[in-house]
Each structure stands twice: as C-alpha cells, then as structure tokens.
C-alpha cells in the first residue's frame, strides 16, 4: 500500500557522529511531521515541514534539523549525537498543515547511539 | 503550551468487559482531539478524531470517545472488549491556532484483553 515509508529500520551510531532519517509520505499527503518516542513514553513532537518549510517546532535543540523536497519526501537530520538521541523515530504525513488532517505514521526508524 | 495526561498506564480486562480510557489535556483554546491506536508490531493509526460538532464521536471497531469542554477530557471507550483490542492506545490534542499542526501526545495506555 502507498502509507508512509521510513528508512532504514534500524541504526547504530556512535556519540557525536550525524545521522539521517528519510521518509515518504502516504500518497495524496503534502505535509510531513517528525516524532521521537522514548521508551515507555508517547511520541515527542520534534518539526512539521509543509511546502518545503518548516511550519511548527517542537522542543527540540538545533542539532535536529530537517528538510521537505518537492515530491514531499523529507529527512530528519541528526548532529552531534548523545546518548540521549537513543529513540524511535517516527515520521507521520497528512493533507495540510493546520492539524485538521489525522496524522498517518509509519513504522519508524529505531536508533541507538552507543 | 498544550499537554496531554493519560491516567492509565496499563489496563487488563478479560473479554466482554466494558473499557474506558481517561485522557485529559490542558490548552487554553480550540483543540482537536484524536485517539490513536497501536497494535502488536504495527504502526500507529487512528482509531476516531474530534474537530467539532457532537461530543460524541464514534471511531474505528465499535469504540466511541466523548468530549466533555468543562473537564477538557475526552475518555475513550467500548461497551465489550475483545482479544484483538489488546493494544496500546494514545491520546492526542492538537490547539488549532499558534499550535496548529503540532500534535501532542500522551505517554499511552496499554490494553491487556485476556481470552
């Protein structure tokens, strides 16, 4: 089926290494938010990008960046990583980006920074 | 700023029982309003939403949530649980204006339905 796409599935850094996440959208969708979910806790809202900007950001420091390209694929960009970055990394697509639209979310890329 | 609490961290019932969900959430203006539900080794989907209109919306495999504006909840249930709701299931509030697009997420509910 055409849902949201990820990749890779997995990932193991190293501290202070970069990491790069890509996704693709579920078809007819424009807008692409990214999430990191933590063991035992809920998806963290980390950026949305919409029309190849990004629109909202969460409370996330600098070293997470992303990009939106013109099929609406995106990246989710990782510098310097921690310990901490240690996650799943979810990527969810919908039809605009007011929040109107339900969000589809694929399986997500799990990264383990040792 | 907008937040979600999700008063149960682990729920197990047997078949047939009745389920409710409690969701809670602080924003100061107009939200929308989402269950989403995550089965075994699949990805998250969504289970019912809530822009506006009847408090009560009625989602995916026979369950319903209510909005309740003075108590900023809104509790998701179902009357008789089966086997294959065995899941985790999140609550999510979305303000629609400065916060528009930015979902929050509560921590989840995972749901044990004994055979």
């Known amino acids: 089926d055409a849902g949201v796409t990820q990749s890779p599935t997995h990932l193991i850094k190293t501290r202070g290494q970069q990491v790069t996440l890509r996704c693709s959208p579920k078809?007819?969708?424009?807008?692409v938010s990214w999430y990191q979910q933590a063991l035992g806790q809920g998806p963290q809202f980390i950026f949305q990008?919409?029309?190849?900007?990004?629109?909202q950001r969460g409370n996330f420091p600098d070293r997470f960046s992303g990009h939106q390209y013109p099929n609406y694929s995106s990246e989710l960009n990782v510098n310097a990583l921690l310990l901490g970055d240690s996650a799943l990394y979810l990527c969810?697509?919908?039809?605009?980006?007011?929040?109107?639209?339900?969000?589809?979310f694929g399986n997500g890329t799990r990264l383990t920074v040792t | 700023a907008q937040s979600v609490s999700q008063h149960n961290h682990h729920v197990i019932l047997s078949e047939a029982a009745s389920l409710e969900l409690g969701c809670n959430y602080s924003y100061g203006g107009t939200v929308n309003l989402f269950w989403y539900v995550q089965y075994p080794g699949q990805h998250l989907q969504l289970l019912l939403k809530y822009f506006s209109g009847d408090p009560l919306v009625k989602g995916i495999k026979g369950f319903e949530a209510e909005f309740i504006k003075s108590k900023f909840s809104f509790n998701l249930r179902k009357p008789s649980v089966q086997w294959s709701d065995t899941a985790e299931y999140f609550c999510?509030?979305?303000?629609?204006?400065?916060?528009?697009?930015?979902?929050?997420f509560g921590d989840g509910t995972t749901l044990t339905v004994k055979p």
């Open positions: 990008y919409y029309e190849e900007e990004e629109r």
């Open positions: 078809s007819g969708h424009d807008t």
């Open positions: 999510a509030v979305n303000g629609i204006d400065t916060n528009a697009g930015k979902s929050t």
């Open positions: 969810a697509s919908s039809r605009g980006s007011g929040g109107g639209s339900p969000l589809h």
